[in-house]
């Protein structure tokens, strides 16, 4: 485990110091506040939250209801990990695989560090590991381990089949928890709906990884491009300024597929770019996250749910 408690002194010494200056150590509330188990449902009162409108008890009684929950000590959090191979693609500083690396090391590390668990769900051809949730330093490097020392994923014919994961996840957490799918979501089709069950029994995020590449080619000339999912490799012409822009229609195209997807599933994406700072993303993705629940808290009802 030595490369794994590398790892971690070098997130501890780079990010964990600078989010420590700039958030007074208090990561509680970086993601999701206390943790929270279901409780009763009531009607909407004027600064309830909107998020935890209750839409089944809503839809039933023709009436808004809120669901509350119970508050309890402890926050659960689980790493549902796409380990495929479009993964290991990166053209930056850092492959993806780098990033997704850092980003469980950095969070199983400020979550157990305040007393919480976490748990772990590694997928690559297949579910490799389900790590059950705990905590201590010893977890944190167990799982890094666990993700360093996976068997190669060669490419092959089929493509990554997301729901497999999502759906261990699913099957595998059964107390409500804070649930980060670490993914690049290059996909088969059908993950989307298991995502959105999976967010209607835990507080989901989306922590979605890319390369400025997948997004727009630069004008290189003549290029071979391997797909690294099933090593299919193409020639293309990256000097052709129509297949530049054909790519770039396509990769839109996706993006706009995949914030609908996120939206219609209720949850939130965390972006990290390959050629981003870590501890910078983080920041802008927790300040959104507060100053909109503030925005939700005093906005009252929206008015397309039509309640006099």
Not at 49 to 73: G, L, M, P, S
Not at 102 to 112: E, N, P
Not at 155 to 164: E, G, K, N
Not at 243 to 256: D, M, S, T, V
């Amino acid at each position: 485990m030595e490369a794994a408690d590398k790892l971690l002194k070098f997130l501890q010494f780079k990010v964990v110091r600078r989010l420590d200056g700039l958030m007074q150590g208090d990561y509680s509330g970086i993601f999701y506040g206390p943790g929270m188990e279901l409780g009763e449902v009531r009607e909407y009162q004027l600064g309830d939250d909107v998020r935890r409108i209750d839409w089944n008890v809503t839809a039933r009684t023709a009436r808004v209801h809120v669901r509350q929950y119970i508050e309890e000590r402890e926050i659960t959090a689980w790493l549902l990990v796409d380990l495929s191979p479009s993964i290991d693609f990166g053209t930056s500083l850092q492959s993806k695989h780098d990033l997704v690396t850092q980003f469980v090391g950095l969070m199983a590390h400020l979550y157990t560090r305040h007393g919480n668990r976490v748990g772990a769900i590694l997928y690559g051809d297949r579910i490799g590991a389900v790590i059950p949730a705990r905590g201590g330093r010893r977890h944190v490097l167990h799982i890094l381990h666990a993700m360093r020392t996976r068997p190669t994923v060669v490419a092959r014919a089929t493509p990554t089949d997301l729901d497999v994961l999502l759906r261990a996840g699913y099957d595998a957490i059964r107390r409500r928890s804070l649930v980060f799918v670490v993914s690049d979501f290059i996909s088969r089709p059908g993950w989307a709906a298991t995502l959105a069950h999976l967010a209607q029994r835990h507080e989901v995020i989306a922590v979605r990884l890319y390369d400025p590449l997948e997004r727009e080619l630069p004008d290189l000339g003549l290029l071979v491009i391997q797909d690294s999912e099933t090593g299919e490799q193409i020639f293309v012409d990256t000097h052709d300024k129509g297949f530049r822009k054909r790519f770039a229609r396509l990769a839109e195209a996706r993006e706009e597929e995949l914030r609908g997807a996120f939206r219609n599933a209720g949850v939130d994406a965390l972006e990290l770019s390959t050629d981003d700072d870590l501890a910078d993303a983080i920041m802008r993705f927790a300040d959104l996250r507060k100053r909109r629940s503030q925005l939700a808290a005093g906005g009252g009802v929206p008015q397309h749910l039509g309640v006099a």
